[in-house]
């Protein structure tokens, strides 16, 4: 466990003294200043306007931020050959995995958590109505959707090249729904095999959508139970375990 | 396990092969040798010789096509091997956002070192390989040399009992070659085994006990290194000659083999 927490600080500190996050969160800090200015031109609704920029912001940010890092830690390691020192040391293949994969979703985290102090600094002084028992159940979806974004672009890393690796998973997180959407509208129009090619695809690529409760959000709507929460949260461990799981049988042979 | 009874490493019939079918090329051909508890031994060859590929797989970075690679009769990679390892890569970054006491504090931390040894052992590694007063400085501040010396900590870091350099002073200024060859005669005075690739032939000379030489993946040549320059100082009935020649003088009479 010390060698898992030891491996995922790095990436922490990493996260912490890169500039990037900040400039992200500089970014979309500026947007909800700007938003928020729509309150001279007197808009309707405004407090619904301002949340669904905010909140689309933020996931799109977050999202973003864990695809780089998660992508990026493999092949930076082979790069930089800092992985010959790391992995020279008594720290087995899959505790560096661990390690790094808990570090990159621990930085998501940091950064899914600073965004949403914002949201929730900026709701306050605009004094915006927020059902916070809706806003909770947000944020953990976008924990789990941080932890699914993680595990997906670290073994994207090990498969394909850095850039297409950001890239892919990029697309899967911004169109993964649609596509899913996509594969069952042509289901009924292909061959067992290509059913069985459809029925995969649709059970391995996430719908970012159903980590999604912004709307709930922004609407008021009522909370949604604890059962759909166990449910996606259990659909979100299914994603986890076979992406992590692949990525070790890829890497636990690798030639460093 | 009794290290007195058994070799720290033992290579037996090893062969490495990089790439598949008509793109496949072999980096070690069938080398075989062992390196005994206390013994310093020089591995040393000509670019492509092989010597970086033996050593990956004494670590288990990489894995042999053919051959058993046993390190205190473990399996080589194997974390019981590692925990008594300590390496020292060819080239090295460490990561440019940390500081160099936490570069070491993971380092040592992944060897199992608590926080008070840590404490009380970075500074005086910092100091030994010549870091004093750096331990709080950003790494990607750190001159090339500088970072190699961090290497050389983190190597040493646990005190381990066999030590392997991939180009033992690669990236060092004549400073650093001196500080560092003062590092190696006290863990060689300690008993310590170390084993080290390098291309600069003094060095094996004024610290081995023992040099293997290597070319196109083969083994040219296991010898102690006290009587291979008394013969080579003697010359027996040829002129004396120096390490450098008897090196060249084999790589070249191996190469022409080849061609033949």
Redesign the interface.
């Known amino acids: 466990m ?2 898992l927490t ?2 995922a ?2 990436i922490f ?2 996260a912490l ?2 500039r990037e996050i900040y400039v992200i969160i500089l970014i979309t800090v500026a947007v909800l200043v700007l938003v928020s200015f729509a309150r001279v031109f007197h808009l309707e609704y405004l407090h619904k306007f301002y949340q669904e920029i905010a909140l689309k912001t933020m996931s799109v940010a977050t999202a973003i931020t864990v695809i780089v890092l998660g992508a990026r830690q493999l092949p930076r390691e082979f790069d ?3 992985i ?9 293949r899959h505790e560096f995995l661990l390690g790094k994969y808990c570090g990159v979703v621990v930085a998501g985290l940091f950064c899914l958590m600073l965004f949403m102090a914002v949201f929730s600094a900026g709701a306050l002084l605009m004094r915006m109505p927020i059902a916070w028992s809706v806003f909770a159940e947000f944020v953990y979806l976008q924990i789990l959707l941080v932890a699914v974004l993680a595990a997906l672009s670290f073994l994207l890393s090990l498969v394909v090249h850095l850039d297409a690796a950001i890239t892919v998973a990029t697309l899967i997180y911004l169109l993964g729904s649609a596509l899913t959407n996509a594969l069952s509208m042509i289901y009924g129009y292909v061959g067992a095999a290509g059913r069985a090619v459809l029925l995969v695809l649709n059970y391995t690529i996430p719908q970012p959508k159903l980590f999604d409760l912004s709307a709930k959000v922004i609407h008021n709507w009522p909370p949604v139970s604890a059962a759909i929460l166990g449910l996606v949260t259990l659909y979100a461990l299914m994603l986890i375990v076979p992406y992590l799981g692949l990525s070790y049988f890829l890497f636990r ?1 690798r ?2 | 396990m009794s290290d007195s009874a058994e070799h720290v490493i033992e290579i037996e019939g090893l062969c490495v092969r990089y790439g598949r079918g008509a793109k496949a090329h072999s980096a070690v051909r069938e080398l075989s040798f062992t390196v005994e508890r206390g013994e310093t031994v020089g591995f040393i060859g000509p670019n492509g010789a092989g010597k970086s590929s033996t050593i ?1 797989t004494l ?5 042999p096509q053919a051959g058993r690679v046993r390190v205190f009769g473990e399996p080589a990679g194997s ?2 091997a ?2 008594r ?5 060819e ?5 440019p ?2 500081k160099g006491r ?1 570069v070491l504090e ?2 040592g ?4 070192l608590d926080r008070a040894t840590l404490k009380r052992r970075i500074p005086e590694l910092l100091e030994k390989v010549g870091l004093a007063g750096q331990g709080e400085v ?1 790494l990607k501040h750190y001159s090339k040399g500088m970072q190699q010396r961090v ?1 050389i900590a ?2 040493i870091i646990s005190d381990p009992d066999l030590l392997i350099f991939d180009e033992l002073s690669s990236g060092l200024d004549p400073i650093g070659r001196h500080d560092l060859r003062a590092v190696l005669l006290d863990l060689k005075r300690r008993g310590k085994t170390i084993f080290f690739s390098s291309h600069e032939l003094y060095e094996v000379e004024a610290l081995c006990d023992r040099v293997i030489m290597i070319h196109q993946g083969r083994k040219l040549a296991d010898e102690i290194v006290p009587d291979l320059l008394g013969r080579l100082a003697r010359g027996n009935g040829h002129p004396p000659m120096s390490f450098e020649q008897h090196f060249m003088n084999l790589v070249r009479s191996t190469g022409e083999e080849v061609a033949a």
């Open positions: 010390r060698r030891l491996v600080r790095t500190i990493e003294r890169r930089n050959r800092t010959y020192p790391l992995m020279a040391k008594p720290l087995a042979r030639a460093l | 990956k670590m288990g970075f990489i894995f974390i019981l590692r925990r390892s300590g390496y020292l890569p080239v090295s970054l460490y990561y956002f940390m936490e993971l380092y931390g992944l060897h199992g950003l290497g983190q190597a």
